[in-house]
């Protein structure tokens, strides 16, 4: 039996996958970076309009970044080692 803990990541992957799935296809849009990035963070605003400002949705992003950041930081050191 899984947890909801195990449940919720279980979702959070198939999520996952397919945002990057998502991203394999804008990426063929378009060499531009930020036409990808700026329709990224679009598309959070939109997940979450009409149910909060848009203050408190910078707020959710940027504790996002905060938490997904050191992960990151850290695959890029690995990368880099001999």
Aim: avoid cysteine; aromatic fraction near 8%; charged fraction near 30%.
């Amino acid at each position: 039996m899984t947890t909801p803990n195990e449940e919720n990541f279980k979702y959070y992957k198939k999520a996952e996958t397919k945002a990057l799935e998502i991203l394999a296809e804008m990426k063929a849009t378009t060499p531009k970076k930020m036409d990808i990035e700026l329709s990224l963070l679009v598309a959070i605003f939109e997940l979450h309009k009409g149910e909060m400002p848009a203050e408190a949705i910078s707020k959710i992003v940027q504790g996002h970044l905060e938490t997904v950041e050191p992960y990151y930081a850290s695959q890029a050191s690995k990368s880099k080692e001999p």
